[in-house]
């Protein structure tokens, strides 16, 4: 157990529609990442948020959204949704603002299901 | 293009055998190269190098980095049925690039 949580485990939507998924962060890490994992595929980054300011950002069309808060929770949210955006969506939260300069601990991840 | 290419893609092996797992990169800024080791959902944290040639260990399992050629293997000896999962390799540049990932399965 890494000790970060997200919510819900599941969830099924529609095309065209909107959902937010939850990242609750690790005591004392205030950098959240944001994954998307296709179905046999890695990981692929999507952004990531440091003391509230977005501090990277992957190759993800703006309707990609996401929000850090002051207790360093965070939320992704997807507008507009398709069919390819079905995927495993991983959080992973680290202490310091530099990926790779130390371990990332990884969420266990939301399944979404658009159809 | 920045990339990372895990190698093989899967693997099936028997208890007890030895396995090296393969990963190649091309990235701008590399800082770091990190294993981890997928067997539902969360990735979990196995090693991180940063330097060339130098062993990290840790149980059966190893991994070591070639920052010359770019590559890094790992490693795992006396296999159990327990390793079997998805191990993924990243490289940390501007941000986290992960390969496809090799899947293990260790038959008893």
């Known amino acids: 157990e890494t000790g970060v949580t997200q919510s819900p485990t599941h969830l099924i939507k529609t095309r065209g529609q909107q959902v937010t998924l939850r990242c609750s962060s690790q005591?004392?890490?205030?950098?959240v990442s944001w994954y998307q994992q296709a179905l046999g595929q890695g990981p692929q980054f999507i952004f990531q948020?440091?003391?509230?300011?977005?501090?990277g950002r992957g190759n993800f069309p703006p309707r990609f959204s996401g929000l850090q808060f002051p207790n360093y929770s965070s939320e992704l949210n997807v507008n507009a949704l398709e069919l390819d955006d079905s995927a495993l969506y991983l959080c992973?939260?680290?202490?310091?603002?530099?990926?790779?300069?130390?371990?990332?601990?990884f969420g266990p991840g939301t399944r979404l299901l658009v159809l | 293009e920045d990339k990372v290419v895990q190698s093989p893609l899967s693997l099936v092996v028997h208890e007890g055998d030895t396995v090296t797992l393969n990963c190649s990169y091309e990235?701008?800024?590399?800082?770091?190269l990190l294993w981890y080791k997928q067997e539902k959902k969360a990735p979990t944290f196995l090693f991180m190098l940063?330097?060339?040639?130098i062993e990290k260990k840790s149980g059966r399992l190893s991994s070591i980095l070639d920052k010359k050629e770019l590559f890094s293997i790992l490693n795992i000896t006396a296999t159990q049925t327990g390793d079997s999962a998805v191990y993924l390799c990243?490289?940390?540049?501007?941000?986290?690039?992960f390969g496809a990932g090799t899947r293990l399965t260790v038959k008893p």
């Open positions: 990243a490289v940390s540049h501007n941000d986290m690039r």
């Open positions: 990235v701008t800024n590399f800082r770091s």
């Open positions: 948020y440091y003391r509230e300011e977005e501090n």
């Open positions: 992973a939260t680290q202490t310091g603002a530099s990926a790779g300069q130390e371990t990332q601990y």
């Open positions: 005591s004392g890490h205030n950098t």
């Open positions: 940063t330097s060339s040639g």
